[in-house]
């Protein structure tokens, strides 16, 4: 067979492929690359909050096999009311009028560490609110140099909308120079606390919290009601903002309560040693027929609150939190203390007391 020499223009047309093959590749890549970036583009963009939206948009009402309600939205008639429309009584003075001062601070705690904190009055915790059932209550609060904005949010108790102080939801942040009112009546009993919701995750661990008490209109004579934050700054977990074992003198005989408040975005482990006690309320919500525990671990979920009591002995009470240095010692003469913890159970709320009657 004979071979044929290849022509001039199949030469040329080789020598043309072998130059624009790397070309064609590169567009072909870039095009592939243009077309991934669009379709992430649309993606981002489709993925974007709404300045506004209706909640109603991603839902429906239940209404638990009932029938409908008559109405359509919180304003009837088919028309919708804004959340931050919802407000507390705005008429009438107050039975308990307070200002909360949002303001960076340095606070020194016991052991002698500083720590740059975000305080409500200058102190964090901030200043503890002490009501009573019913009273309605107004609270001032002054955004003196908190960047981030601040408001204040009711943990655990139940108020109007635009009072609950959640930013973008319910009010917008409060900005350094500003100030926003809240008013509401508390018709709650129990151990609450206060913190601010804007940036909670760094705020609140960072000092913008404090306690909030509602006490029934009848309180029984005497005693020592105490409001116990754990709180843990820079590392450092506290008691009140005491990282040491801090010394209380109490009468033997006296009924004592202590509120403990966790402020941290973990459970927390106390241990109340030297005495039986009862736990009285959790999260607010009083108990039915507690019984005297003795040796046996609280561990408080993050945000929670338990109540305990107990009669105070002629020798030493103490409280200790987990396996750290935090602690309250309670002695007759306010001197005493122990740093061993009595090792004990967990409590257990399902077994515990007796259950209510179902409403």
Request: hydrophobic letters at 40%; glycine letters at 12%.
């Amino acid at each position: 067979m004979l071979r044929t020499a290849p022509t001039s223009w199949t030469c040329d047309h080789e020598r043309v492929l072998r130059r624009l093959g790397p070309r064609i590749a590169a567009f072909a890549g870039a095009a592939l690359l243009v077309g991934v970036l669009l379709v992430l583009t649309k993606a981002w963009y489709d993925s974007r909050l709404p300045g506004t939206y209706s909640v109603m948009s991603y839902g429906y009402a239940d209404y638990g096999g009932g029938a409908a309600a008559p109405h359509a939205g919180h304003g009837g008639a088919g028309q919708g009311l804004s959340v931050t429309d919802l407000h507390g009584p705005k008429a009438g003075p107050p039975d308990a009028r307070f200002e909360l001062t949002a303001l960076s601070a340095t606070i020194r705690l016991a052991s002698g560490r500083a720590v740059e904190a975000l305080t409500f009055n200058g102190t964090s915790p901030g200043p503890e609110l002490r009501v009573t059932q019913g009273d309605l209550v107004e609270v001032n609060l002054v955004n003196e140099d908190i960047e981030q904005g601040v408001t204040i949010h009711w943990h655990g108790v139940d108020v109007p909308n635009a009072e609950d102080g959640v930013a973008g939801v319910t009010q917008d942040a409060v900005i350094p120079g500003e100030r926003y009112t809240y008013r509401f009546r508390a018709e709650q009993v129990g151990t609450f606390w206060y913190h601010t919701h804007q940036v909670s995750s760094k705020e609140v661990r960072r000092g913008l919290f404090g306690p909030l008490v509602i006490e029934p209109r009848e309180l029984p004579a005497g005693g020592l009601d105490m409001t116990i934050a754990a709180h843990t700054f820079d590392g450092i977990p506290t008691l009140n903002a005491d990282d040491t074992v801090q010394r209380r003198a109490v009468r033997p005989g006296t009924p004592v309560r202590l509120r403990l408040i966790d402020t941290d975005s973990a459970e927390q482990r106390f241990t109340l040693s030297g005495a039986p006690f009862r736990v009285l309320a959790i999260d607010g919500t009083d108990l039915t027929e507690p019984t005297p525990l003795e040796n046996t671990a609280l561990v408080v979920g993050a945000g929670g609150r338990m109540d305990v009591a107990f009669t105070m002995p002629a020798g030493l009470v103490q409280l200790s939190l987990g396996e750290t240095s935090a602690g309250v010692a309670f002695s007759p003469d306010g001197e005493a203390f122990a740093l061993a913890i009595v090792p004990g159970t967990d409590f257990d709320p399902l077994t515990y007391g007796r259950a209510a009657t179902t409403p």
